[in-house]
């Protein structure tokens, strides 16, 4: 019997199902997962599901009649422990054998651990899973005392959320601005100036030391000997590719798992899609590990067309978002190589847009209560448009006329 198995219980693994019904395939589906729980949106955990807005039940990507439908095997709660390429099994935890034809790694990622004294004490927490969000909430209150370490995407909703329940948040941020990695200059600005007004106490250029249970409590020594008091803490310091299953089983691996423009690795019949894998992106013309739902989405169905057969290859423009308080941050294309910012709008209103060029040429845009400049801007970026900066920064201008 032919057979399709997918590693890894995620917004990848729920499309690849979908689409492989879509395209025809008749075959086995059988989805392994490491949580005893169906497939489940992850980015509102930090946001809706933290703060109650929305219910467990609402996380799901697909009810469990969808698997039935689609006549998927389940074994979730199962961890995977190797990749037999020679015979095509996978060894699972327990010692039972699972054959496969196709073989689809949607592995993810995990939290980069906090390398100092102290990181293994209870109420140290990292949030990754909805079982973590659980265990945060329980051990805040009103009035606790958060300390978050990392302002990055993950650190800065959560910090949203928390000052809105009622804790008292501190962040700890080792680099000189929040969200460096990812955005300018201007809009990490931005971020600290709301986050200030909220409330949120952001520290920058700090570190922490180590981590000390006392009689009084938890508390943070910080690298310039501050001591500072805590009830519960996030460390959100980024994530590491799962690729150690592929990576024992002889396949290329580098940030991710490597995989070809129809998401296939080294060996053909293994496929790696989401967050774990490295693709060239051809925009760009380099290769990148994406960390977001619309690259899972859209690599599981060309993971899913190339299984049945059909002609489809990935070269979709990367995009992200992120909710805090009452600004929604939409972002088109990669800004890492940027030469120049040209901004549009009132930061102050809360509504602005931050374009960003190399030579001339539109290749990024982080677009805050802005959805026209977002969605415009995404297929200014794919033609490669050279807009004029002062008709770019012009909100008269609108940028249908760059098209």
């Known amino acids: ?210 981590f000390e249970q006392t009689d009084s409590g938890l508390q943070a020594i910080s690298a310039d000997g501050e001591i500072i008091p805590f009830d519960c803490a996030i460390v959100g310091i980024g994530v590491v590719p799962n690729i150690e299953l592929a990576d024992e089983a002889g396949l290329s691996c580098d940030n991710g798992i490597m995989v070809n423009q129809f998401t296939q690795t080294d060996d053909s019949s293994i496929y790696a899609i989401g967050d774990c894998s490295n693709h060239h992106n051809f925009l760009y013309d380099r290769r990148i590990r994406l960390e977001s739902v619309p690259n899972a989405v859209e690599q599981a169905k060309v993971a899913a067309a190339t299984i049945c057969g059909k002609e489809m290859i990935y070269d979709q423009l990367p995009w992200f978002w992120s909710d805090q308080y009452d600004v929604k941050l939409q972002t088109a294309g990669l800004l890492q190589e940027h030469d120049q910012v040209v901004t549009r709008g009132d930061a102050n209103s809360r509504k602005f847009a931050a374009f960003y060029l190399k030579g001339g040429v539109l290749i990024a845009v982080d677009a805050l209560n802005s959805p026209a400049e977002f969605m415009l801007s995404k297929k200014l970026i794919q033609q490669k448009i050279s807009p004029t900066p002062a008709m770019l920064s012009d909100p008269k201008v609108s940028l249908k006329e760059f098209l």
Do not use: C
């Open 1 to 210: 019997m032919t057979s399709v198995v997918i590693v890894g219980a995620s917004h990848a693994a729920a499309e690849t199902i979908s689409s492989l019904r879509k395209f025809g395939w008749q075959g086995d589906i059988t989805l392994i997962g490491d949580e005893p729980v169906l497939p489940y949106q992850r980015p509102p955990l930090s946001k809706g599901y933290y703060k109650g807005d929305v219910e467990a039940e609402k996380l799901l990507i697909r009810p469990n009649s969808f698997y039935e439908k689609n006549k998927v095997t389940l074994m979730l709660g199962i961890r995977v422990e190797s990749i037999n390429r020679n015979d095509k099994t996978l060894s699972l935890k327990g010692g039972q054998q699972l054959a496969y034809q196709h073989l689809i790694l949607a592995t993810g990622t995990r939290a980069r651990k906090l390398p100092i004294q102290g990181a293994d004490l209870a109420n140290i927490n990292y949030l990754r899973t909805k079982q973590d969000v659980d265990s945060i909430k329980r051990q805040l209150k009103e009035g606790s005392r958060l300390l978050i370490v990392g302002a990055g995407y993950i650190g800065l909703e959560v910090a949203a959320s928390a000052v809105k329940q009622g804790s008292k948040v501190i962040v700890f941020e080792a680099m000189d601005r929040v969200l460096a990695r990812v955005t300018s200059p201007q809009v990490s600005e931005f971020y600290q100036r709301i986050h200030k007004e909220e409330g949120v106490d952001i520290r920058l250029n700090a570190a922490l030391q180590k």
